[in-house]
């Protein structure tokens, strides 16, 4: 069983910054991609940002220049520095990561989400 656990959202003035981590334990053989999503109230879960194992990266276009995703691949952990900030990007933010766990089973797993809130 993997377990993902997600820290750093809060509340930020517009403009302002925040990064966000999502550190994956348990049985773990292996990680492929890693993601960060997003949901505001009413609103679908969209795609923020992804990184392959490899270090490609890509970004919605909403978030393009502002936001960084990044990898740790030591740690098991996904990062995801936001600069600038806007009230637009307030939402719960969840990571995903797609693993070969111990028993060489591949699956997704998603973190519990935490909350961003960018208001002044």
């Known amino acids: 069983q993997v377990q993902l656990v997600e820290s750093g959202g809060g509340l930020v003035q517009p403009g302002g910054s925040l990064r966000l981590s999502c550190a994956a334990s348990?049985?773990?053989?292996?990680?492929?991609?890693m993601s960060w999503y997003r949901q505001a109230p009413g609103q679908q879960r969209e795609l923020v940002a992804d990184?392959?194992?490899?270090?490609?990266?890509n970004y919605a276009n909403s978030v393009k220049d502002r936001f960084t995703i990044s990898r740790d691949n030591a740690k098991h952990t996904v990062y995801l520095q936001m600069n600038s900030l806007k009230p637009e990007d307030t939402s719960v933010y969840y990571c995903?990561?797609?693993?070969?766990?111990?028993?060489?089973?591949?699956?997704?797993?998603w973190g519990q989400g935490t909350q961003v809130t960018v208001s002044s």
């Open positions: 995903k990561v797609d693993v070969v766990s111990g028993s060489h089973r591949r699956n997704d797993y």
């Open positions: 348990g049985s773990i053989f292996r990680l492929y991609g």
């Open positions: 990184i392959t194992s490899g270090g490609s990266t």
